[in-house]
């Protein structure tokens, strides 16, 4: 019933896709780490190897989970690493309006529902059963869940091959704004993928799970498809991946040129001098090839 709807009105001019569009899109729970790094110069080399454009996009639409300076360190980051991002950075912050437009259109589309269950009732389910569905309740100050099918969702990962879930088996209708009105991470990436034109996902492979979620709405709404490449994580000493929460040591920007070196490195890339990270990056341009990338999920022998 969904899938041949012509696409949602949305806003003029945007959603427009040239052949090859990238990104890069940090959202600022902390400074950004060596993980960050290897995600950036994999996006940015990978978009401007195929003569692509590449944007960069703060997705800081959860404010509790904001930590104070992050946004900061990731603007001075993009300049240290001299990343030249084609258009302004954009802030999901200033952008709620249009993910809840979005919201309307899939409310008028009776592909949502407003839900009234809480964490506690929840419980240890980790597979929401739609308790909610059938109650007809209010959308206002409730959290507000999509309807999802059950049926296999397949992508094949430019790094990782197939991948297939089953929402329904797996996950259940989830939320797309919580009671607090905080937009999720889903909508507002898919919004923004779809409203900046991106063609070319290329990220850290602990996003592989949500990318079902993705192409769900993706399709709800209509938009076009996305092409996914999922790299291998960095590891700290304690086996555990990289990430804010781990306390992954914030990027030391006076050693740029280092740091962008071991993230080539890391990612298996042909070597390259050290130089200013403007020249260093359009050698690795030149030099791009994912088939060295390693085709797994977790870098080994990479320690920070
Ligand atoms: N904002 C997400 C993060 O920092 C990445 C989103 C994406 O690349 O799709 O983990």
Redesign the pocket.
């Known amino acids: 019933m969904l899938f041949n709807r012509p696409p949602l009105p949305l806003f003029q001019g945007e959603g427009k896709r040239i052949p090859y569009t990238g990104?890069?899109?940090?959202?600022p729970?902390g400074p950004l780490h060596f993980g960050?790094l290897i995600?950036a110069v994999a996006s940015y080399c990978d978009a401007r190897s195929q003569h692509g454009i590449w944007h960069v996009r703060i997705?800081d639409t959860d404010i509790p989970r904001i930590s104070p300076g992050s946004e900061e360190h990731i603007l001075r980051s993009i300049d240290a690493f001299q990343f030249e991002p084609d258009s302004e950075i954009i802030f999901q912050k200033n952008r709620i309006n249009i993910y809840n437009h979005v919201i309307e259109q899939l409310k008028q589309n009776h592909l949502v529902y407003a839900c009234q269950c809480t964490r506690k009732i929840l419980g240890s389910n980790h597979i929401y059963t739609g308790t909610c569905q059938s109650l007809n309740l209010n959308f206002t100050n409730q959290a507000i869940r999509v309807k999802v099918d059950d049926l296999d969702i397949c992508f094949e990962d430019r790094l990782q091959g197939r991948h297939c879930s089953n929402l329904s088996h797996d996950l259940g209708d989830f939320v797309l704004k919580r009671r607090d009105g905080v937009i999720n991470?889903q909508l507002a990436?898919v919004v923004d993928?779809y409203l900046q034109g991106i063609t070319h996902?290329v990220?850290?492979a602990?996003?592989l799970d949500?990318t079902a979620r993705?192409i769900w709405l993706t399709r709800l709404l209509a938009y076009p498809q996305l092409q996914y490449l999922h790299l291998p994580l960095a590891m700290n000493g304690q086996g555990q991946k990289l990430s804010k929460q781990n306390l992954a040591h914030a990027l030391d920007l006076s050693k740029a040129p280092e740091l962008l070196q071991q993230a080539l490195i890391a990612l298996h890339q042909p070597s390259v001098e050290l130089d200013t990270p403007a020249r260093m990056l359009k050698q690795a341009i030149a030099q791009w090839n994912i088939q060295r990338i390693p085709k797994a999920t977790e870098l080994n022998g990479i320690y920070l």
Do not use: H, I, K
Not at 23 to 27: E, G, V, Y
């Open positions: 990104r890069f899109a940090p959202s729970t960050s995600t997705e991470y990436v993928d996902v990220r850290g602990d996003l949500n993705q």
